[in-house]
DNA sequence: GTGTTTGCAAAGTGTTTGCAATTTA
DNA sequence: TAAATTGCAAACACTTTGCAAACAC
């Protein structure tokens, strides 16, 4: 299957999480789940809410960013020191890192997986496990 | 094997990649190579050497660093979006990451691996492949 | 000597914060 | 109207850069 995507009834999603439904959240909201899985920056959120006549200032991107990402709407994907990634499908999945465009691009489950999961250290527990495959263009020197 | 450090002849390791033994570098390299494996950021480094007596600036720091790591004396190790860490072991292993602490730990790779590494989509190569899991102390909230 | 490296301070990048004004319920 | 949310601008944390002085070969 290729991640079922059942509803976009993005104001019932955010009452479902307990976040009100502002015109920015809406808005916000509709630009990320309206369609195909997305990964996107604070920038790029508010660059493509700015085009699309949206006013919504960059602090309240990132905080609707935080925001989604606590109630398990988004997943934060750490590729890039200095700059955050967040990605619409917030189940379990592994990434492709582009190196060159700073992009990244969902693999297919089943694709790769880890054979086994370490045993964490005593006292911890898992909270996630990431796997990002960074590629770059063939061409490029290594 | 537990990972053979052969030999922490900074000097030697300096000349080999064709950095000039700069007394900042000897004494960064010295830090970072004479014992066990490490994970550090640019501002515990720098702390160290300030407590080793060895005056270096931060931004020398930073630039050997990076220095080191297009050398291959170093790995990137990327988990904080707006903070690097640098490994000491440059070969092919994953990590550990505490996220209460911040800091990292290598996975012994007996452990973990993955049963396959995808295909890089057309056009790209892998140039690395990352495995970070996130652990968290038992008590904490999810 | 010549080219490299350093340190400083300034500038840069991405992100967070304080708070008054606005909006939601 | 009470509580939550927004936007602005200032503050932040970390990193990079420009350039003159110091250093390595």
């Known amino acids: 299957m ?3 995507r059942p509803f976009s009834d993005v104001l019932a999603r955010l009452k479902t999480v307990g976040l009100r439904p502002t015109r920015q ?18 920038e790029v959120l508010h660059a493509e ?4 006549k949206v006013r919504v200032s960059l602090a309240t991107v990132y905080n609707t960013l935080h925001q989604f990402t606590s109630a398990g ?8 020191p200095g700059r955050s990634y967040f990605d619409t499908n917030s189940s379990d999945h592994h990434h492709f890192f582009f190196e060159n465009r700073g992009t990244l691009q969902d693999i297919p489950e089943e694709t790769v997986s880890l054979s086994g ?8 527990s898992i909270s996630r496990v990431d796997v990002v495959v960074r590629v770059r263009d063939e061409s490029e020197s290594s």
Chains 1, 2 share one sequence.
């Open 25 to 42: 959240r809406l808005a916000l909201a509709k630009l990320l789940f309206d369609g195909e899985d997305r990964h996107v920056t604070a």
């Open 49 to 52: 809410a700015q085009g699309a």
């Open 73 to 80: 709407l988004l997943r934060e994907v750490v590729v890039d």
């Open 117 to 124: 999961v370490p045993e964490p250290p005593a006292g911890t």
């Open 2 to 4: 290729t991640h079922p």
